[in-house]
């Protein structure tokens, strides 16, 4: 269960130094570092650092995940001063909302277009806190996109995305996102989007920025790198990075699912070692973190 935050954030700072950059066949895909808000290599961005405000919420108020917790922790994160946030995640979170209700109420106030991919890039470690519960897991992973996210389709990407991670944990293979897809009202689109995915390139799902066009390019990247190379996980994060666009997040979205299926030993050592940032974390630490909040692995509540 490490690989989830393990592959986040190796996807997020591999994509990192190539943000809003269209990285050629010829040109190696590593983590450089560089990009818009100036990251060290193998420093990971606000990405990850989300990620980690809810998997520090779920350790701090074990079991289960508090809403409470998770809204001041993304609040923290913000008073950070972080060197990149989503616009709209940073609207909401420039209130400074003092609780969950609070904060979905700022997101819920928020016109215009709250489609962005910044609630799908944090969700994965939900999967692991409620691993022994897929109807816990699902609720959850809505709930904590609702937060800064109000669009719909970006709490059922985070459902589906959350599902799929949650039954490569315990089933090691992709087949829970088209099961999570499955489940609801939405299932033909969203099934069309995945098809979508498996057949087209990144030119049919460009703007990447958008939660429906971020999923559709780490679901490209997943299910059409080669899924019996031992360096399917590297392969595929190096893929979403060449897609371009969002590519730090597309490739922590990725990586979140790659992580669950393959587990923290696909993720490369020297990648592992060089992984760091927010709140001060290392890759080692990842791991240590991801077992905590996992039932059935950390110590007993
Ligand atoms: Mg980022």
């Known amino acids: 269960m490490a690989g989830v935050l393990l592959g986040t954030a190796a996807g997020d700072a591999l994509g990192a130094g190539y943000e809003f950059t269209r990285p050629g066949e010829h040109v190696p895909i590593d983590m450089i570092g560089g990009g818009l808000g100036d990251f060290a290599p193998g420093e990971w961005t606000d990405d990850t650092a989300m990620a980690l405000a809810i998997a520090l919420a779920a350790d701090e108020r074990r079991p289960g995940l508090d ?39 700022r997101s819920d106030a928020l016109a215009g277009r709250t489609g962005g991919n910044g609630s799908l890039m944090r969700t994965a470690p939900i999967a ?91 679901w490209w990247a997943v299910t059409t790198t080669d899924a019996n190379s031992p360096d399917h996980l590297a392969a595929a994060l190096a893929r979403c990075v060449r897609a371009g666009g969002d590519t730090d997040t597309t490739a922590a979205i990725a990586g979140g699912l790659l ?13 592992r070692d060089m992984l760091h940032g927010y709140p001060g974390l290392t890759g080692a630490d990842l791991v240590a973190l991801a077992e905590r909040i996992t039932p059935g692995f950390g110590p007993s509540a």
């Open 128 to 218: 692991l806190v409620h691993l022994d519960d897929p109807s816990a897991c699902d609720r959850a992973a809505a709930e904590v996109s609702l937060l800064t996210h109000s669009d719909p389709q970006a709490a059922e990407a985070c459902r589906i995305w959350t599902l799929g991670i949650r039954h490569a944990v315990l089933h090691a293979n992709f087949d829970g996102v088209r099961a999570a897809a499955d489940a609801l009202d939405t299932a033909a689109d969203w099934h069309r989007l995945l098809d979508e995915a498996e057949t087209g390139g990144p030119g049919h799902f460009p703007n990447n920025g958008w939660v429906v066009h971020a999923l559709q390019t780490a």
């Open 259 to 271: 992580g669950a299926r393959w587990g923290a030993s696909a993720v490369p050592s020297r990648w």
């Open 67 to 105: 809403l409470d917790a998770v809204a001041a922790g993304f609040v923290r994160w913000y008073e950070s001063g972080p060197a990149d946030i989503g616009v709209q995640t940073s609207k909401v979170l420039s209130g400074r909302p003092a609780s969950a209700a609070a904060m979905r109420a």
